[in-house]
């Protein structure tokens, strides 16, 4: 099926500090969307992307859908401890979601 | 309140035993699935529905059933639990718009333990 690749895996970064992060695909997609998930938690919507270029923000959360409609990515400016989670691409392919693997933010204070 | 409710929350069972988790939607979605979350694989798509009586297969159906008998309840079926089958489950529901998804609201999850 097709594959999403997230990145980084796993980020260790000081509080007040920015975070990207960002999936790409082999595939084309019509819709792109980011994910936080927290410890004993379903995925809860962050972003959702609906136009290659489009570019959405949220609060700090900031996210682009590529020209290409092959990537996407998310930036959060001055984490605070509350952002720790696992985060999630996934992009809208025909009738289905597809995931990307997950990127773990820890935060030290 | 808006919601997607998955029963139970815990499961442990012995391969083979039959087992159905229940997923149940309160905001009259069109679009129900199921997912699977294993270690640095994130989320793989079991089965899905776009309604009532119509659903298919996603990327790993193998060992699992499901059905839409009604717009709101969506079952997942294992009929013969494995081992491999130990997972943390989710269901999601999502409205369909032209425009795609309207994001997908996910259940808190059924973690299965297949002993």
């Known amino acids: 099926g097709q594959q999403l690749n997230q990145s980084p895996q796993s980020m260790f970064i000081q509080e007040g500090e920015d975070v990207s992060m960002n999936c790409t695909s082999s595939s084309i997609f019509n819709t792109w969307l980011w994910y936080k998930q927290e410890p004993g938690e379903g995925p809860v919507l962050l972003i959702a992307?609906?136009?290659?270029?489009e570019l959405t923000s949220n609060g700090r959360l900031t996210a682009q859908f590529g020209i290409t409609r092959k990537d996407s990515f998310l930036n959060i400016s001055a984490s605070i401890p509350s952002d720790v989670g696992i985060y999630f691409c996934a992009g809208q392919g025909a009738q289905k979601l597809v995931f990307g693997q997950g990127t773990r933010l820890t935060i030290n204070p | 309140e808006a919601q997607v409710t998955q029963n139970p929350r815990y499961l442990i069972t012995v391969t083979g035993k039959k087992l159905t988790v229940t997923c149940s939607q309160n905001m009259n979605h069109e679009y129900m699935s199921w997912y699977r979350q294993d270690p640095g694989l994130g989320l793989r798509q079991i089965y899905y529905s776009m309604n009532v009586e119509v659903t298919d297969k996603g990327d790993v159906p193998e060992g699992y059933k499901v059905s839409r008998k009604e717009k709101r309840n969506f079952p997942l079926i294992l009929e013969s639990p494995s081992p491999n089958q130990t997972s943390l489950y989710f269901c999601?529901?999502?409205?369909?718009?032209?425009?795609?998804?309207?994001?997908?609201?996910f259940g808190q999850g059924t973690r299965l333990t297949v002993v």
């Open positions: 992307l609906y136009k290659a270029g």
């Open positions: 999601a529901s999502s409205l369909l718009s032209p425009r795609g998804f309207l994001g997908a609201f």
